[in-house]
DNA sequence: GTAGGGTTAG
């Protein structure tokens, strides 16, 4: 049954303004019209006259009007009129094909490819463009037989769309050899190969094709900064983000978004805040995408004011800016912001939460503590929202009970997923692990920590843990296993890395470190602040040492932690009384908690360290994260 | 009359 307009034929509705009603249009007018129309209103009208005047089966009418509904998003409409053409020729099929790539329903076009040949319609290179672009690799494969047997495999557009396809499916091989033997090469093709690369982590691969590209537009510009951003690569996405700005090639807005994650990555909010001011000087519109990404970037380089301000003026907000939000109000420890604006969001304006945002608000619980919220919201997941929780929700409600103490139960829990075919991974046990040493339980640890090195899935992590915990216990003997048993399995310790950013420049320490060219004024600086530390009478948390060595050596291990270093940096290298904000790659430590607070109670500044997990706002000795985290 | 490259959140 066909709805309007389709049905319009019999009825009697006014005659649309933009074709007058005086005289009798011709197709090729109608045609014509169709194609300059400006808006989906403009088309129906067009339409609606088109049918008046009997021309809705016309073939070049009825082309016209079934791709314009494509092109107006209204694939509905566009498919509802190829359907009711008789015998749709090479033209109507490619364009509808094309259609549903362009809308992500590859399937739905191959279906259409089948049918199409089923009726011993030609597929032509136009057709397996359109078919090919954007799908998925095992049809993609069959499809590449077709493209061989009717000869259009030297087509530069149709070779470019089967490189693509095997580039997107990680058949790097196949699509490189594609690439290699194609009769010419494009700038597409080249972008293709480099999307390839880039989005399956070769990088250096991509960087190659990607400086042999003489002409580069924003395109590979973008899939070349998208490919670092992705996989961690902040700093050199930030660099050739400068790089294209001084090529003069204007970013998109992908290339925006992607630059701001990077930003976001690495605590960089000079650069991020740059890139705001690129968007506002360029009057740039602040869509969803860019607000997410705003906020995203400032919440992570410890702007929450900054990242509520996008919030508030964004004109229109979806569940991807809720969820930025919601996880920016959850790393600073604001849990109360965060379940109002959870409610807000599905209670007013209807916005249904998706996984992600369950795990803001779960996440948020479990820096708060609060267990029965934390676990009311677990429940309603799958019995409010029909969400399955997966994994990820385990391992947040593993962890805010873990941290309140409530082991056994967490434990239970890694059970109860078990048996409904979530299988436990070492995060989660390492998350279990985490509040095992917290609340010092070395039973339970023990008990997880042998499970895991037993079935190989122990990690770095798993070994500095129960290291840690031996440590805290001032077992010696159990550290020194766990040294022995890291180096027959050959894992290594992640080293804390601490970084500061200062003039758009980002500035690393690992501890120990003596590589920064102002090595010596930095270690006067914690020569300094170690004395602060002695007259307010601090005793240095020496539990948290790994190593079984002399309480002298424990301390002055503590004492160039990188994060100390970090901040040293930061109180010589800015102006008294202002924030001091530290990246951390670990999470904070017991004791550089302590001194932190102290540092900031003795200078009066203000100190935001974001760690592995969340923000510490450090203000006037006391710490936004209640000693919890 | 029909074609090829880039998306964000944990």
Not at 115 to 133: G, R
Not at 249 to 256: A, D, G, S, Y
Not at 331 to 339: K, N, R
Not at 344 to 373: D, E, R
Request: glycine fraction near 6%; aromatic fraction near 8%.
């Amino acid at each position: 049954m066909l709805t309007t307009p389709f049905s319009a034929a019999t009825g009697t509705s006014t005659v649309p303004t933009i074709t007058g009603r005086q005289h009798s249009p011709s197709p090729e007018t109608l045609a014509s019209l169709i194609t300059t129309s400006k808006n989906i209103t403009q088309l129906l009208q067009i339409h609606a006259a088109a049918i008046r005047h009997g021309f809705h089966n016309h073939p070049a009418v009825n082309f016209k009007l079934q791709r314009s509904y494509s092109s107006f998003g209204r694939l509905d409409s566009s498919l509802a009129l190829f359907n009711r053409t008789h015998d749709p020729n090479v033209f109507f099929y490619t364009s509808i094909i094309h259609a549903h790539a362009a809308d992500n329903l590859h399937m739905r076009g191959i279906q259409l490819y089948i049918q199409m040949i089923s009726q011993d319609v030609e597929p032509n290179e136009f057709t397996f463009s359109a078919v090919l672009k954007g799908c998925p690799i095992e049809p993609g494969k069959l499809l590449h037989t077709h493209v061989i047997k009717l000869g259009f495999d030297s087509n530069m557009h149709v070779r470019t769309a089967l490189v693509d396809v095997y580039s997107r499916g990680g058949d790097l091989i196949s699509a490189r050899q594609l690439f290699d033997t194609m009769p010419e090469r494009s700038l597409v093709s080249l972008t293709s190969m480099i999307t390839g690369y880039a989005k399956h982590g070769d990088l250096a691969k991509a960087r190659t094709l990607f400086d042999s590209i003489v002409d580069k537009d924003a395109v590979c510009w973008s899939v070349m900064i998208g490919g670092y951003a992705k996989y961690g690569k902040a700093t050199e996405a930030i660099t050739l983000f400068r790089k294209m700005l001084r090529s003069k090639i204007n970013p998109k807005e992908v290339t925006l978004v992607a630059i701001l994650s990077a930003c976001g990555q690495i605590g960089a909010i000079e650069s991020g805040r740059s890139v705001h001011s690129y968007i506002q000087n360029h009057k740039i519109q602040i869509n969803v995408h860019l607000g997410s990404a705003l906020i995203d970037m400032y919440s992570k380089c410890g702007s929450l004011e900054d990242a509520v301000n996008i919030f508030d003026n964004l004109k229109n907000r979806d569940v991807v800016t809720y969820n930025s939000m919601l996880s920016g109000y959850s790393m600073h420890g604001y849990h109360q912001e965060a379940l109002l604006l959870f409610h807000k969001m599905h209670k007013i304006n209807h916005i249904q939460p998706t996984a992600i945002s369950f795990i803001g608000i779960l996440n948020s619980c479990a820096h708060s503590g609060l267990v029965s919220i934390g676990k009311g919201i677990f429940l309603s997941m799958k019995r409010k929202h029909k969400i399955e929780p997966t994994i990820e929700h385990y391992g947040c409600v593993v962890n805010l009970l873990g941290r309140a103490g409530f082991l056994n139960h967490a434990y239970t829990l890694t059970n109860t997923m078990n048996q409904i075919n979530i299988k436990p991974d070492p995060i989660i046990f390492g998350t279990l692990l985490d509040s095992c040493t917290l609340h010092k339980n070395i039973e339970l640890a023990e008990k997880i920590a042998n499970s895991l090195i037993d079935q190989n899935l122990a990690n770095s992590g798993t070994y500095i843990l129960l290291s840690n915990l031996y440590a805290a216990t001032s077992n010696w003997a159990g550290v020194a296993h766990m040294r022995t048993l890291m180096k027959t399995h050959g894992v290594e310790k992640e080293p804390g890395c601490s970084s500061i950013e200062i003039d758009n420049k980002v500035h690393e320490f690992v501890a120990g470190d003596m590589n920064h060219p102002k090595s010596a004024e930095i270690y006067e600086m914690v020569a300094e602040v170690n004395g602060w530390l002695v007259g307010h009478g601090y005793r240095p948390q020496t539990e948290v040492v790994v190593q079984d060595i002399g309480e002298r050596e424990r301390v002055r291990s503590l004492e160039v932690h990188s994060e100390k270093l970090a901040i040293a940096f930061g109180l010589i290298s800015t102006k008294a009384g202002s924030s001091i904000k530290i990246v951390k790659n670990l999470r904070v430590c017991l004791d550089c908690h302590e001194v932190t607070k102290l540092i900031s109670k003795v200078t009066g500044r203000r100190i935001v360290v974001r760690d592995r997990n969340r923000f510490h706002h450090f203000v006037d000795g006391v710490c936004s994260c209640g000693d919890y985290w």
